[in-house]
T-cell receptor, first 115, second 110 residues
Framework: DGGITQSPKYLFRKEGQNVTLSCEQN?????MYWYRQDPGQGLRLIYY???????QKGDIAEGYSVSREKKESFPLTVTSAQKNPTAFYLC??????????????FGPGTRLTVT | AQRVTQPEKLLSVFKGAPVELKCNYS??????LFWYVQYSRQRLQLLLR??SRESIKGFTADLNKGETSFHLKKPFAQEEDSAMYYC????????????FGTGTLLAVQP
């Protein structure tokens, strides 16, 4: 079940600590995404990256940061500035162009709990 | 602005009953619409896209531009269809970002 992996599956942190969620893909996809999934709110886009060394804010970027130093990797840091960080985080990737570019491949997710 | 609305948070049906998961959208131009599915303990994955006009696992979805709808239908529900279903459409512009609806949990009772 490769393709796109996220680690760890569960993560617990104390309030005030930054935490980094890992996302790696071996699909040779150019575009990568981070979503937050909360009950009743669907998937909300945090950050996305269409190419290495470039990324843009999504709808709820405040309190989060990302980097895209390699095509395969798109780590997400949840900072202490994020007011409500406890959530399920999903990473996804897609090819960058063409008819299939809207098909996103998702990782298994990381459940972050901040107390 | 582009928007996707899934009015039902939960849809509960009995096995063998017809299923219709509702999706309405607002989009300027000709939309490309998708249904994604997340089964229990599995990854979110693409179920079908309207441009393919295909039937996957017995599900179909027809784009109705007049009603701005893309409802997902299946004539006879199976227990294994129980999952969270998300409707999605492109945000537009020069990116391939998607806008997802809030999702509908389908529960098929035996």
């Amino acid at each position: 079940d490769g393709g796109i992996t996220q680690s760890p599956k569960y993560l617990f942190r104390k309030e005030g600590q930054n935490v980094t969620l890992s996302c790696e893909q071996n699909l040779n996809h150019d575009a990568m995404y981070w979503y937050r999934q909360d009950p009743g709110q669907g998937l909300r886009l945090i950050y996305y990256s269409q190419i290495v060394n470039d990324f843009q804010k999504g709808d709820i970027a405040e309190g989060y940061s990302v980097s895209r130093e390699k095509k395969e990797s798109f780590p997400l840091t949840v900072t202490s500035a994020q007011k409500n960080p406890t959530a399920f985080y999903l990473c996804a990737s897609s090819i960058d162009s063409g008819l299939s570019s809207y098909e996103q491949y998702f990782g298994p997710g990381t459940r972050l709990t901040v107390t | 602005a582009q928007r996707v609305t899934q009015p039902e948070k939960l849809l509960s049906v009995f096995k063998g009953a017809p299923v219709e998961l509702k999706c309405n959208y607002s989009y300027s131009g000709s939309p490309e619409l998708f249904w994604y599915v997340q089964y229990s303990r599995q990854r979110l994955q693409l179920l079908l896209r309207h441009i393919s006009r295909e039937s996957i696992k017995g599900f179909t979805a027809d784009l109705n531009k007049g009603e701005t709808s893309f409802h997902l239908k299946k004539p006879f529900a199976q227990e294994e269809d129980s999952a969270m279903y998300y409707c999605a459409l492109p945000q537009g512009g020069a990116t391939n970002k998607l806008i997802f609806g809030t999702g509908t949990l389908l529960a098929v009772q035996p």
